[in-house]
């Protein structure tokens, strides 16, 4: 298995600024994955991490609005950039690991309102 | 139309019953996911499946690779129970290759003592 440490678990954050959310994973990942999931919706990936290369980016989001640091096998960070009331979600970052059979593991996620 | 659809959205039972929570999807998948999340947030994975049937439990999860549908239940349902249950799938076809998850909408539990 594997357990991941996402910070911070919540925030409130004015219009305008940034918030920058960080996950730390017990073991060597590929590829981490960061989820949104708005209020009353399900998750929707915003973009996959990959050490050593940039991020791919899904249809609707962008690496200006949504940068991503992955300096390593078991670390990321995803960075809400300008926010707006929109992007009061709750952001989650998840693993699946290097394996045939294993199931996806997923940080407690970060739940921001942004005012 | 969502290529990962749930059902019942919403489920309230009583104590004790048997729960029946539905998946299906309209892509060829290599692996399908069973996740519960509580109300803050986090969300911890119940099941990877890619064919046959898995237990741990008082769960159950089967899939059903021709018919392209899972279904999840909960014998004995407890309050504790209570929480949202999320079918995941990743597209592609095995041999599986970290693919990202697709999400259903989620199943809202709520068991009544």
């Known amino acids: 298995s594997a357990v991941i440490s996402q910070k911070p678990s919540r925030d409130i954050c004015q219009r305008g600024t940034s918030l920058t959310i960080q996950c730390q994973v017990d073991s060597q990942v590929t590829m981490m994955f960061w989820y949104r999931q708005q209020p009353g919706q399900s998750l929707t990936l915003i973009a996959t991490a990959n050490q050593g290369s940039e991020a791919t980016y899904e249809s609707g989001f962008v690496i200006d609005k949504f940068p991503i640091s992955r300096p390593n096998l078991t670390f990321s960070t995803l960075t809400v950039s300008n926010m707006s009331p929109e992007d009061s979600s709750i952001y989650l970052c998840s693993v699946i690991q290097d394996s045939m059979n294993t199931e996806a593991f997923f940080g407690q996620g970060t739940r921001l309102t942004v005012v | 139309k969502n290529e990962v659809e749930q059902s019942p959205q919403n489920l309230t039972a009583q104590e004790g019953e048997f729960i029946t929570i539905n998946c299906s999807y309209s892509v060829g998948i290599s692996a399908l996911h069973w996740l519960q999340q509580h109300p803050g947030g986090g969300i911890v994975s119940l099941f990877m499946l890619s064919s046959g049937k898995k237990k741990h439990g008082r769960l159950i999860a089967t899939i059903n690779i021709q018919e392209k549908h899972s279904s999840l239940h909960i014998t004995a349902s407890h309050p504790r129970d209570s929480a949202v249950y999320i079918c995941?799938?990743?597209?592609?076809?095995?041999?599986?290759?970290?693919?990202?998850?697709?999400f259903g909408t989620g199943t809202r539990l709520t068991i009544i003592p």
């Open positions: 995941a799938v990743e597209m592609g076809w095995r041999p599986r290759i970290n693919e990202k998850l697709t």
